[in-house]
């Protein structure tokens, strides 16, 4: 779910920085400024976020095999000056906007930091969130109950916040 969330993030800065219109990257135009984007979306979205080529091409309304051929022919195509320039536009402000994300140091600080906030703690916990923050992680053990509704918490809080994060697995203790 959450590479699906930062590539359509992506396209919505891509359409924003082109001056598109927001979800024009899945229409069935092939108008150059629409191709260019979708390669640009694309591009980022793999060398970037290493997002699945399903998941891209599912956003964008095409063939996965299409996102093969935007990767094979990304280096050929700045020799379009229009190419170029877009592709630079945006790849400037999703830097801008990857550096202002903050990551956590300690695990620690990040669980309390969530349990600050709002996160509580199972004392049934028949299953642990993992959340990874930078190079560090914390637990938070919930009930299978409980699940859905503390993930949707921890990802308010950590987005709410700018902090940069990812959930690497859900597991059932023995």
Do not use: W
């Given at each position: ?80 000056p229009e190419y170029r320039d877009a592709y630079s536009k945006v790849y400037l ?82």
């Open positions: 779910m959450r590479d699906k969330d930062n590539f359509k993030n992506i396209c919505n800065l891509t359409t924003s920085i082109l001056g598109l219109r927001k979800g024009s990257l899945s229409y069935k135009s092939r108008m150059r400024p629409l191709q260019f984007a979708r390669m640009i979306a694309s591009v980022i979205g793999r060398k970037e976020e290493g997002i699945k080529r399903e998941i891209i091409a599912d956003e964008l309304n095409r063939h996965r095999t299409l996102i093969y051929h935007y990767e094979k022919y990304h280096e050929g195509n700045f020799m379009f402000a999703y830097h801008k906007i990857d550096k202002s994300m903050n990551v956590f140091t300690d695990p620690f600080i990040m669980k309390e930091f969530l349990l600050k906030k709002g996160v509580k703690e199972h004392p049934r916990n028949d299953l642990q969130i993992i959340v990874k923050s930078g190079n560090v992680g914390c637990v938070i053990k919930t009930s299978s109950l409980e699940f859905s509704n503390q993930l949707e918490k921890i990802k308010l809080v950590l987005e709410k916040d700018n902090y940069k994060y990812k959930f690497t697995d859900f597991k059932v203790p023995k």
